[in-house]
């Protein structure tokens, strides 16, 4: 008799890493910090032409904060779907795709209105 030896992830895990989307990038649940990380870096080198900006006089206002939980309410997952890092050119937002752009300045117009 053989015992299972799938490593158990923790609920917090789960929810940053689906494993949907850890078997599309990686083929398996079970990474290290280092090829998740290595993963993260690749994707925003091939999303440079997917990237929006968000001024500095906006990221001042606190907009980093709005802008993700915008996202997350909308369903895009961080690293899958984009990621956001702040500059000194306020933030900057890459997504996966042309249509994800689109989308999230719909998004971020209306979103705005109840900032």
């Known amino acids: 008799m053989t015992q299972s030896t799938q490593i158990k ?6 929810a940053m890493y689906p494993d949907d989307q850890m078997i599309e990038a990686f083929g398996t649940v079970e990474t290290n910090i280092s090829e998740r990380a290595d993963h993260r870096n690749r994707l925003w080198c091939e999303w440079k ?9 906006l ?3 606190n907009i980093h904060y709005n802008v993700i939980k915008t996202l997350q309410s909308s369903g895009y997952k961080d ?7 702040r ?4 933030s900057e937002i890459r997504f996966r795709d042309k249509m994800q752009v689109a989308d999230f300045k719909i998004t971020l117009a209306e979103a705005r209105l109840s900032w």
């Open 59 to 61: 990221a001042r206002k």
């Open 49 to 57: 032409e997917h990237s929006v900006i968000i001024s500095p006089s």
């Open 87 to 90: 500059n000194g050119n306020g």
């Open 79 to 85: 690293p899958f779907d984009y990621q956001c890092r």
């Open 9 to 14: 992830r923790s609920d917090i895990m789960k």
